[in-house]
Nanobody, 121 residues
Framework: VQLQACGGGLAQAGDSLRLSCAAS???????LGWFRQAPGMEREFVAA??????YYADSVKGRFSIFRDNAKTTVYLQMNSLKPEDTAVYYC??????????????????WGQGTLVTVSS
């Protein structure tokens, strides 16, 4: 499956953005994740849908929400109450096999190209 992420941009602290990740096929049987990478930092887990449940990094819990559309071809990341420390390139990822390691980059087989989110104070 091919993934295409979009929706990034420039925001101010407190604003909201919604990222989209469109797939070339159905994502109904996939575990899905969003990760981000700030300059000079390693790629880190943000949110995931795995085994029918959602998971979030502590840094975004209560502010971000991951969900997919009814057609199961697009996964979204709704980001509210943005902070300057949310500035990063955001990547969507998919894995056809269930795993408890939803926050590990290495378990995902498919990645989108990344979309830049910049949050100013």
């Amino acid at each position: 499956v091919q993934l295409q992420a979009c929706g990034g941009g420039l925001a101010q602290a407190g604003d909201s953005l919604r990222l989209s990740c469109a797939a070339s096929g159905s994502l109904s049987d996939y575990d899905l994740g969003w990760f981000r990478q700030a300059p000079g930092m390693e790629r880190e887990f943000v949110a995931a849908i795995s085994g029918g449940r959602t998971y979030y990094a502590d840094s975004v819990k209560g502010r971000f929400s991951i969900f997919r559309d009814n057609a199961k071809t697009t996964v979204y990341l709704q980001m509210n109450s943005l902070k300057p420390e949310d500035t990063a390139v955001y990547y969507c990822a998919a894995d056809k096999h269930y795993s408890r390691n939803y926050d590990h980059t290495g378990r995902y087989d498919y990645w989108g190209q990344g979309t830049l989110v910049t949050v100013s104070s």
